[in-house]
């Protein structure tokens, strides 16, 4: 037989009802406040964090070249979409797309998966095809 879940209560108490701390428990806080801290085990920064590294100067850093996102930015301007436009149009094609990773990878800050690429083209009409070159070598 399945347990049922007991009703959370809520306790309500006055402040002259908590209980005052010991003179250990105040003295070992007061120790605690008062030694150094070791920060060395602290990370400088989180993993994957979206936090933008700047130069020295403070100037951004440059956005690596993408022709895909190229093409997909001047489509929304031809077609005078906007980016939330765009997310909604591609959740149609890929309903997990969310609207960080779209205006993110727009501004060149992130990297996203095939499947969120594919659905943002078809959501403009922007098609990848192969570009014939005249020089091939055959090994």
């Known amino acids: 037989m ?11 108490i006055s402040a ?6 010991s003179r250990q428990a105040l003295a070992r806080l007061r120790a605690a ?13 989180r993993p994957g964090s979206a936090r933008a590294r700047r130069a020295a100067a ?20 031809r077609q005078a979409i906007t980016r939330y436009e765009l997310w909604k149009r591609a959740r149609a094609f890929c309903p997990t797309l ?15 998966g095939l499947s969120y690429v ?3 083209m078809a959501a403009v009409g922007v ?11 055959e090994l």
Not at 33 to 45: A, L
Not at 58 to 77: C, K, M, N, T, Y
Request: charged content about 30%; cysteine-free; glycine content about 6%.
């Open 33 to 45: 406040m008062e030694s150094p801290i070791d920060t060395s085990e602290i990370p400088e920064g």
């Open 98 to 112: 969310s609207e960080s990773a779209v205006y993110e990878f727009l501004r060149g800050q992130r990297q996203i």
């Open 16 to 21: 002259a009802e908590v209980p005052t701390a």
């Open 127 to 137: 098609s990848v095809h192969r570009q014939e070159s005249g020089s091939r070598r």
């Open 2 to 12: 399945a347990r049922r879940s007991q009703k959370s209560r809520t306790v309500r």
């Open 118 to 120: 594919e659905a943002l």
């Open 58 to 77: 403070g100037a951004r850093p440059p956005v690596v070249p993408s022709r895909i996102r190229d093409a997909i930015l001047s489509e929304l301007g």
